[in-house]
C-alpha cells in the first residue's frame, strides 16, 4: 500500500521560510514524477509544483515561481518543498501527490495522496 | 475564477441520481487532456475518484462513473448514499501559461 506522509508545516510569519517534506513508502518512489498541491482553508484544490522521477524537470505555477523550490532525495524516498519569501495567500493545506506518469508532462493524474499539512503565513 | 468550470453545489435523495459537469476550454479539456475526479470528505486527503474520463480505480464503488460529451465531462453517482456527501474536483492538464495541471472549482455534494 502507499503512504505518504507530510511534514513540516506551521506558524510562521511573512516572508520568512519553511520547508516541507513528504516521506514516500509502499511503491519504487524513483519510477513516478510527484507534486505538491495546496488547499486553502475551505477553497479548493491548486496545483503549486512538480518534479520529474529523475529530478530533470521542475514546474511551478506562476504564483510560486521564484519563491519555491521543489526536490526530491530518491534514495530517501522523499519529496521537498522549500517555501521563501512566504506571503498571507500561501496559508493552506499542503498536499503531496503521487503523479502517474514518471515525468511532469501530459494529463495524468494524481493516483495517490498525503494527508496534508497545514502551512499558516500570519503576522 | 477556476480554469475547469464545475457547479458550486448539487445535492440529491438517498437512492437518486446526481450529474456533475466539467466544462473546459481549448488549452485543457478541447486540446484532448483527460480529465479526471477526485472526492474529498470532510476532512481528509482527495482520492482519486475516476481516470482517463471513464476508469474507476480498484476499490472504487460501480455507482460512480464518469463520461465525456463533446468538449466536457460528466461525473454520475447513482444509488446516491449518505457518505458520497463530499467534495468533488475535475481535473485536467493546460498547455497556457508554460503547461501545468488544473482543478475545477469543485462541487459540494448534499446528501438530503
Known amino acids: 500500500e502507499v503512504y505518504l506522509v507530510e511534514s513540516g508545516g506551521g506558524l510562521v510569519q511573512p516572508g520568512t521560510s519553511l520547508r516541507l517534506s513528504c516521506a514516500a513508502s509502499?511503491?519504487?518512489?524513483?519510477?513516478?514524477?510527484m507534486h505538491w498541491v495546496r488547499q486553502a482553508p475551505g477553497k479548493g484544490l491548486e496545483w503549486v509544483s512538480g518534479i520529474s522521477w529523475n529530478s530533470d524537470r521542475l514546474v511551478y505555477t506562476d504564483s510560486v515561481k521564484g519563491r519555491f523550490t521543489i526536490s526530491r532525495d530518491n534514495a530517501k524516498n522523499s519529496l521537498y518543498l522549500q517555501m521563501n519569501s512566504l506571503r498571507v495567500e500561501d496559508t493552506a493545506f499542503y498536499y503531496c501527490?503521487?503523479?502517474?506518469?514518471?515525468?511532469?508532462?501530459?494529463?495524468?493524474?494524481?493516483?495517490?495522496w498525503g494527508q496534508g499539512t497545514l502551512v499558516t503565513v500570519s503576522s | 475564477q477556476s480554469v475547469l468550470t464545475q457547479p458550486p453545489s448539487v445535492s440529491g435523495a438517498p437512492g437518486q441520481r446526481i450529474s456533475i459537469s466539467c466544462t473546459g476550454s481549448?488549452?485543457?479539456?478541447?486540446?484532448?487532456?483527460?480529465v479526471h475526479w477526485y472526492q474529498q470528505l470532510p476532512g481528509t486527503a482527495p482520492k482519486l475518484l475516476i481516470y482517463?474520463?471513464?476508469n474507476r480505480p480498484s476499490g472504487v464503488p460501480d455507482r460512480f462513473s464518469g463520461s465525456k460529451s463533446g468538449t466536457s465531462a460528466s461525473l454520475a453517482i447513482t444509488g446516491l448514499q449518505a457518505e458520497d456527501e463530499a467534495d468533488y474536483y475535475c481535473q485536467s492538464y493546460d498547455t497556457s501559461l508554460g503547461g501545468h495541471w488544473v482543478f475545477g472549482g469543485g462541487t459540494k455534494l448534499t446528501v438530503l
Open positions: 481549448s488549452s485543457n479539456i478541447w486540446a484532448g487532456y483527460d
Open positions: 501527490a503521487k503523479y502517474r506518469g514518471y515525468d511532469v508532462s501530459g494529463s495524468y493524474y494524481f493516483d495517490d
Open positions: 482517463s474520463y471513464t
Open positions: 509502499g511503491f519504487r518512489f524513483d519510477d513516478y514524477a
